[in-house]
């Protein structure tokens, strides 16, 4: 994609709405502190793809009566990672949206994080991510 093609943050999305993010339950992507109990999320949790980081919106979801629990993801597999938009923004990313075709129950509420300008833009990739490791908060639903 070029960068004239490039949508890097639609303004419509509020900076209060909540972002969901599938989180594999490995090490590699989750971390329990050792002094405190919490999980923490790693850096692995926030990869970025070609077009953006892939999450679903909390009010395209509950515009339809859902909520991150009816997302399509093996509890037992996956925890969620939550953030605000406004920590995504803060960094210097954006979130458009962008519906997932291939999901017919959720898929409506799919949205990308972006960096201001195509991949690979590793420099700003890193500013958002490291908001989001300090930001998301981690979801267990099989603890809800």
């Known amino acids: 994609m070029s960068i004239d093609q490039w949508v890097a943050d639609d303004p419509s999305v509020p900076p209060d709405d909540i972002l969901y993010r599938r989180v594999p339950r490995k090490p590699d992507f989750i971390m329990v502190d050792l002094l405190t109990g919490e999980r923490r999320l790693q850096e692995s949790a926030f990869r970025y793809k070609d077009d953006g980081m892939s999450v679903y919106r909390r009010a395209r979801l509950s515009s339809r009566d859902q909520s ?3 997302l399509p993801w093996d509890r037992r597999s996956y925890l969620i990672a939550a953030f605000p938009v406004s920590s995504v923004r803060e960094a210097g990313g954006g ?3 962008k519906e997932d075709p291939g999901d ?4 409506h509420a799919h949205a990308l994080v972006r960096t201001p300008s195509p991949p690979p833009d590793k420099a700003a990739w890193r500013q958002v991510r490291r908001s989001l490791m300090q930001q ?3 979801i267990d639903l099989l603890a809800a």
């Open 104 to 107: 017919a129950t959720t898929g």
């Open 95 to 97: 979130v458009v949206d």
């Open 68 to 70: 991150c629990s009816d």
């Open 136 to 138: 998301a908060v981690p």
